[in-house]
Nanobody, 121 residues
Framework: QVHVVESGGGLVQPGGSLRLSCAASGFIFSMYGMSWYRQAPGKERELVADISSSGGSTNYADSVKGRFTISRDNAKNTVYLQMNSLKPEDTAVYYC??????????????WGQGTQVTVSS
């Protein structure tokens, strides 16, 4: 049974930091690319950051470059999102995504339930 569970969200003041975690089980974590998405009220879900299966490659949305860092620990089946210098516009529900495309072309994709991040004074 697949589980993807985010944690670490909460209320933080502008300029503060949070570290999100995403713990996964039920699939071979080290084979999956992992991503963080977010969705603010009234807006579409957007990609925040992603990391390759080995952790050797990362990508970030322009809006978070230099402030957020994605990392993973394949021994712990966990991916992290370190968020620094938070802004009110970072307020959203943050979702963890696991994605793997098999050689056959079949897509395997799993989502977590999301964790709320609120940046406000």
């Amino acid at each position: 049974q697949v589980h993807v569970v985010e944690s670490g969200g909460g209320l933080v003041q502008p300029g503060g930091s949070l570290r999100l975690s995403c713990a996964a089980s039920g699939f071979i974590f080290s084979m999956y690319g992992m991503s963080w998405y977010r969705q603010a009220p009234g807006k579409e879900r957007e990609l925040v950051a992603d990391i390759s299966s080995s952790g050797g490659s990362t990508n970030y949305a322009d809006s978070v470059k230099g402030r957020f860092t994605i990392s993973r620990d394949n021994a712990k089946n966990t991916v992290y999102l370190q968020m620094n210098s938070l802004k009110p516009e970072d307020t959203a529900v943050y979702y963890c995504n696991a994605r793997y495309v098999a050689g056959s072309g079949k897509l395997y994709e799993y989502w977590g339930q999301g964790t709320q991040v609120t940046v406000s004074s």
